[in-house]
C-alpha cells in the first residue's frame, strides 16, 4: 500500500500529542537494548504500523549523566490509535524485552503556557533534553506562572542552544480522574551547554509558588549509535 493510500485513524487531526516512555533498560547494555530496538519497534514493518496508526515522530535518550535508564519522547495525532498500538501483544511483549520498568504517559498541549518552538540552525540538531515533571496547584494558575518561567528565561536559554520549550497536561487513563499534572520537555542544541544552563536555576522563582511539592526534573542526550528514529 502506497503511503498516499494509507488509512489513518479516524481521529488523525490538527492537536499533537505527547508519549513519554521512561524506564530502566532489561538489556545488559545501551548497545544491547539498541539492537533490541531496532529489532523490534525500529523494524521497517513496525515503523509503518506504528505511523498508519499516528505515531508521528519517535526519538530515543540516555541520561545524560550515565545509568540505566532510557527516554523514548513520541508525538502522535490520534489517541485511538497510539492506544490500539499499545494494547497489540507483540508491541507489549516487546517493550518487557527492552525494559525491566516503564512509565508510559500521554500528554496533551497545555495551551497559554508560554510555548516556543525556534528554528534549528542550518548543520545543527537537537542533542538534549530537559524535563519537568509536576502536579500544580491549579492550569490556570500554572499557566501564567510557566509564561512569566519563558520570558523572564527565553532569550539566556537561546544563547545556551535551546531549541524547544513546551508543556504538556497528563491525558488521564482509561477510567481514571483528571488530574492537574504537567510536564515541560525543553530539547537543546548541546547537551553540556543544557546542563550548564540548569545548574544556574534559572526563573524558577517564577514557578516555586504553582508545584505541589517538588518537581521531578531530568536531563538526557541522544542515544549513541544508530538507533531507527523518525
Known amino acids: 500500500m502506497s503511503q498516499d493510500a494509507t488509512r489513518y485513524p479516524p481521529d488523525a487531526g490538527a492537536s499533537p500529542y505527547l508519549l513519554t516512555i521512561r524506564g530502566t533498560i532489561a538489556a545488559p547494555s545501551a548497545e544491547a537494548a539498541r539492537e533490541i530496538h531496532n529489532a523490534t519497534a525500529g523494524a521497517p514493518p513496525n515503523v509503518a504500523g506504528a505511523r498508519a496508526m499516528g505515531d508521528l515522530s519517535h526519538s530515543v535518550f540516555v541520561a545524560l549523566h550515565g545509568g540505566t535508564e532510557m527516554l523514548f519522547i513520541d508525538v502522535w495525532n490520534s489517541l485511538s490509535g497510539l492506544g490500539g498500538f499499545f494494547a497489540n501483544p507483540d508491541v507489549q511483549a516487546a517493550g518487557d524485552r527492552l525494559f525491566s520498568r516503564r512509565d508510559p504517559t500521554v500528554w496533551s498541549v497545555a495551551e497559554g503556557f508560554g510555548s516556543v518552538h525556534l528554528p534549528v540552525p542550518s548543520g545543527r540538531r537537537v542533542t538534549g533534553v530537559g524535563l519537568l515533571r509536576t502536579q500544580v496547584i491549579s492550569v490556570d494558575k500554572a499557566a501564567g506562572a510557566f509564561t512569566a518561567y519563558t520570558?523572564?528565561?527565553?532569550?539566556?536559554?537561546?544563547?545556551?542552544?535551546?531549541?524547544?520549550?513546551?508543556?504538556?497536561?497528563?491525558?488521564?487513563?482509561?477510567?481514571?480522574?483528571?488530574?492537574?499534572?504537567?510536564?515541560?520537555?525543553?530539547?537543546?542544541?548541546?547537551?553540556?551547554?543544557?546542563?550548564?544552563?540548569?545548574?544556574?536555576?534559572?526563573?524558577?522563582?517564577?514557578?516555586?509558588?504553582?508545584?505541589?511539592?517538588?518537581?521531578?526534573?531530568?536531563?538526557?542526550?541522544?542515544?549513541?549509535g544508530e538507533w531507527t528514529e523518525w
Not at 481514571?176 to 540548569?198: F, G, H, N, Q, R
Not at 545548574?199 to 517538588?214: C, M, N, P, R
Open 151 to 224: 520570558a523572564a528565561t527565553l532569550n539566556l536559554a537561546r544563547m545556551h542552544g535551546l531549541a524547544t520549550h513546551s508543556t504538556w497536561l497528563r491525558v488521564p487513563d482509561p477510567g481514571a480522574p483528571a488530574t492537574a499534572e504537567v510536564i515541560s520537555v525543553d530539547t537543546w542544541l548541546d547537551a553540556d551547554a543544557m546542563d550548564a544552563y540548569y545548574e544556574g536555576g534559572h526563573g524558577f522563582e517564577e514557578l516555586g509558588a504553582v508545584f505541589v511539592g517538588t518537581p521531578d526534573t531530568s536531563v538526557w542526550r541522544s542515544a549513541p
